[in-house]
């Protein structure tokens, strides 16, 4: 099955931008979700079909998808954007066709 | 508003049963496909199971294809999930989650924990 790969942490300062990298081969041909969980919460939708945001969210969330990786971008970072991110796809040929990342911790 | 409310979860013995279930308010149920999502401790996001609006068909991950049968009342508004020999390490935060779109999931419960655990 299709497999998308996260790196375990990002640390960022206040105020800097967070770059969270998702690998997947061909990652560029399918459309890449992104949710955000903090400590004892449901996941929430922050990214969807690889650009856009669900109302609500901020505009310092922003993706991008480009050959073998996607990347969720989390400009002028928080204190509240400390939280596991996790990267989603939709593998629609596939027995198995919902696929997450590995996670990625962002320590503020 | 949308809202998905699980129940259900328990301490259950190793090789034992249990009935999730997920009861949704604040949109058109019927035109929505659902998901159940796990967490096991400390871990990572893992899909599990997958029903379409009509009820057909239904997709599992391998991990507990066999073993869990996921379904929906339409008219209730609901969507279970029936898991059966129940393994140590299908202890987790069971969420279902409304599917939206090319494949995200825009919707989540707050959980419902199942222990299997001697």
């Known amino acids: 099955s299709y497999v998308l790969t996260q790196p375990p942490s990002v640390s960022v300062a206040p105020g800097k931008s967070a770059k969270i990298s998702c690998g997947g081969n061909?990652?560029?041909?399918?459309?890449v979700h992104w949710y955000q969980q903090k400590p004892g919460q449901a996941p929430v939708l922050v990214v969807y079909d690889d650009t856009d945001r669900p109302s609500g969210i901020p505009e310092r969330f922003s993706g991008s998808n480009s050959g073998n990786t996607a990347t969720l971008t989390i400009s002028r970072v928080e204190a509240g954007d400390e939280a596991d991110y996790y990267c989603?796809?939709?593998?629609?040929?596939?027995?198995?066709?919902?696929?997450f990342g590995t996670g990625t911790k962002v320590t503020v | 508003e949308v809202q998905l409310v699980e129940s259900g979860g328990a301490l259950i013995q190793p090789g034992g049963s249990l009935r999730l279930s997920c009861i949704a308010s604040?949109?058109?149920?019927?035109?929505?496909?659902m998901n159940w999502v796990r967490q096991a401790p400390g871990k990572g996001l893992e899909w599990i199971s997958h029903?379409?609006?009509?009820?057909?068909?239904?997709q599992y991950a391998d991990s507990v294809k066999g073993r869990f049968t996921i379904s929906r009342d339409n008219a209730k508004k609901s969507v279970d999930l029936h898991m059966t020999g129940l393994r140590v390490e299908d202890t987790a935060v069971y969420y279902c989650?409304?599917?939206w779109g090319y494949g995200s999931f825009d919707y989540w419960g707050q959980g419902t924990v199942v222990t299997v655990s001697s």
């Open positions: 029903i379409r609006s009509s009820g057909d068909p239904k």
């Open positions: 989603h796809v939709w593998d629609s040929g596939s027995d198995h066709p919902y696929v």
């Open positions: 989650a409304r599917s």
């Open positions: 604040g949109f058109t149920f019927n035109s929505f496909e």
């Open positions: 061909n990652i560029e041909r399918k459309n």
